[in-house]
């Protein structure tokens, strides 16, 4: 049987193909660019346990060395892990779990049963890859495969499977392996307090408040050792609020201790360790790490900030499923190992781990940037995939957050907030004010965040801290994102409808966003109208807002739309993150830098005196005075 059609079909069926294709190109853009079921592209979440089925064959052997982490004070170890399997498949898939054990012993009552059975597994792993990368597997069935493994608290086995991910086939599993130590104190995190002069450390162990006391020991050149004091908080499964973080994706966050290094003198270089006293009378140590204060506010001196969003974590064991979902995470990292003592602050803003519910995710990440955290200030924001669940009080009702609604993120970082569950908060340093917003909380006229914001951009003195920066996760202001120009908007809804105004009157100097994964920069802009013809240097009389998207640090990119609005000045499809350097009161100096090489590829200079912040502007200061 045979069918033909004429000329007028065939164009009737090429326009039905294109609709049906932007129609669910524009569905899918519609949920932000990301899926609404909550798992997104998170590589566990491809897999089944629920469905996974036991084959154990005797003839698969599987032997992980060494058998005993850290015994020279490692966090992380390279462990080998041999593998035989005469009966070899392409199709075969080894994964880590952590805690080893991790058999139907260890289900929630909470997971799902059947009438027929109860699963078989009922946790997920804390990374897997597939066997199809080891040609030698293929080939032979025989390979040593190097994996990179992480101080979780917990020891850890290798488990072959064939079959899909969504039914996977439990073949063998290895020995366990195990820090000396899994409880050690791991992966310090510094942010700022709540006064200038002084420095906060978050860190991450095993022990509870029942089994040893929490410190700091800290110091510096010239002035005696102290110690300070940790509080201690953790949260349970039942502070979860869905699949998968109450239930496949769970595992147990472990102790978060936080202690207060408060008086600092500013500028100084300080060494510290983290300290936990076992009641038995020995202490167990870190290894010891160094911060330099913070300025004075106003100060008079070079300060170097980086800014970006949307990183997320990769796996530097070559587990591709991993950077395949973040695959620019691991270089925007190293670029800043490497320019470390260049930096004096980071703000990562909004979608930080993109664990989406899977918790082994958060120890993974803070292990990748303890270099960069312990060493600077490490601020973070709240975006969609940290804080979005339906009924819980998120202002998207999506479900990107994976069951965690939040919790992770406020529990694990210090932020200097007022209320650690509503995620907004000033921060000073030096000449810079930086008003951070949480986009996942409604910020429109009249709310709660909206008189947080007026009153950060309204407080700060210009005349010793110049620079004024917004921060928030989701776009506010401008973007030519793709499904941004699909709805007409190019913002997040009712965004700089109910904060332009604001940014104008208090003349704030560039607002940063994240959320879409890419690098646009616009021209100093008020009601969608540049302001300034200039491109790469912004002097005098202050005119609007700089509008910049840095959400390309690491996640999956964005493409921009066809339509490239006159405001728009710069953008890249790439990955990379800003850095701003303020060398006096007057002179800023922006740079984006290419995450795979560090290399500037977009800069601008704001040269401002204080008396041309002081000039008034379209709605840039009241129309009536009490003199008028």
């Given at each position: 049987m045979s069918f033909s059609f004429d000329s007028q079909q065939i164009n009737m069926c090429r326009v039905l193909f294109l609709l049906l294709c932007f129609i669910g190109l524009l569905s899918s853009n519609l949920c932000c660019g990301h899926a609404s079921n909550g798992r997104g592209d998170q590589p566990l979440a491809q897999i089944n346990i629920y469905k996974a089925s036991l084959a154990l064959d005797t003839s698969v052997h599987i032997h992980a060395s060494p058998q005993v982490l850290g015994l020279k004070g490692e966090d992380t170890e390279w462990v080998d892990v041999a593998i035989s399997n005469p009966k070899h498949s392409s199709n075969d898939w080894i994964a880590v779990f952590s805690p080893a054990k991790f058999d139907s012993t260890t289900c929630w009552p909470w997971q799902p049963q059947t009438k027929e059975k109860s699963p078989y597994l009922c946790s997920s792993p804390i990374k897997y890859t597939y066997m199809r990368n080891y040609p030698e597997y293929t080939k032979s069935g025989n390979v040593i495969v190097k994996l990179q493994i992480i101080n979780q608290r917990a020891d850890v086995s290798f488990a072959l499977f064939s079959g899909s991910l969504d039914q996977p086939v439990l073949l063998g599993v290895s020995n366990p392996v195990a820090f000396v130590n899994p409880k050690a104190p791991v992966y310090p995190r510094l942010a700022l307090g709540k006064s200038w002069d002084e420095m906060t450390v978050t860190w991450t162990s095993g022990y509870n408040i029942n089994e040893a006391v929490p410190f700091i020991e800290w110091s510096s050149k010239g002035l005696p050792a102290r110690r300070s004091p940790a509080g201690t908080i953790t949260f349970n499964r039942n502070s979860m609020c869905g699949e998968p973080a109450r239930g496949v994706g769970w595992r147990d966050p472990g102790f978060f201790h936080t202690s207060f290094l408060k008086e600092l003198w500013p500028n100084r270089e300080y060494t510290y360790r983290l300290g936990h006293d076992l009641f038995n009378g020995s202490t167990i140590w870190s290894k010891n790490y160094t911060f330099v204060s913070s300025p004075f506010p106003g100060q008079d001196s070079l300060q170097r900030v980086i800014i970006f969003g949307d990183m997320g974590k990769g796996e530097r064991d070559g587990s591709n499923e991993y950077n395949d979902y973040q695959p620019g995470s691991l270089n925007t990292t190293d670029q800043l190992i490497k320019d470390l003592k260049n930096i004096d602050i980071v703000f990562h803003i909004g979608d930080i781990t993109y664990s989406n519910g899977y918790l082994s995710q958060w120890d993974q990440f803070t292990a990748q940037v303890e270099p960069v955290a312990s060493k600077v200030p490490y601020m973070i924001a709240s975006g969609n995939h940290e804080r979005d669940w339906p009924d819980t009080g998120s202002f998207y009702a999506g479900q990107d957050s994976g069951g965690e609604c939040g919790v992770p993120a406020e529990t694990m970082f210090y932020f200097p907030a007022e209320n650690r569950a509503k995620f907004w908060y000033a921060a000073d340093y030096g000449m810079f004010r930086f008003c951070v917003a949480d986009s996942e909380h409604d910020w429109r006229e009249g709310t709660e965040q909206y008189k947080f914001i007026e009153h950060c951009l309204a407080t700060v003195d210009r005349k010793t801290q110049p620079w004024l920066i917004f921060i928030a996760h989701r776009v506010l202001g401008y973007s030519s994102n793709d499904w941004y120009g699909k709805e007409g908007t190019f913002e997040e809804p009712m965004g700089r409808e109910s904060l332009q105004k604001m940014w104008q009157k208090y003349k704030v100097d560039i607002a940063f966003y994240g959320h879409v994964h890419n690098y646009e920069r616009t021209c100093p802009i008020?009601?969608?109208?540049?302001?300034?013809?200039?491109?790469?240097?912004?002097?005098?009389?202050?005119?609007?807002?700089?509008?910049?998207?840095?959400?390309?640090?690491?996640?999956?990119?964005?493409?921009?739309?066809?339509?490239?609005?006159?405001?728009?000045?710069?953008?890249?499809?790439?990955?990379?993150?800003?850095?701003?350097?303020?060398?006096?009161?007057?002179?800023?100096?922006?740079?984006?830098?290419?995450?795979?090489?560090?290399?500037?590829?977009?800069?601008?200079?704001?040269?401002?005196?204080?008396?041309?912040?002081?000039?008034?502007?379209?709605d840039s200061c009241e129309p009536t005075t009490s003199a008028s």
């Open positions: 008020y009601q969608s109208q540049c302001v300034n013809n200039d491109k790469d240097h912004y002097s005098g009389t202050f005119q609007g807002t700089i509008h910049v998207v840095v959400g390309g640090a690491g996640s999956h990119l964005s493409p921009f739309s066809s339509l490239t609005p006159k405001w728009s000045l710069v953008q890249d499809y790439d990955y990379g993150f800003v850095k701003l350097t303020a060398s006096d009161h007057s002179n800023l100096l922006f740079e984006y830098k290419k995450s795979r090489n560090g290399q500037v590829h977009d800069s601008f200079k704001i040269s401002r005196d204080y008396k041309d912040v002081l000039a008034c502007t379209h």
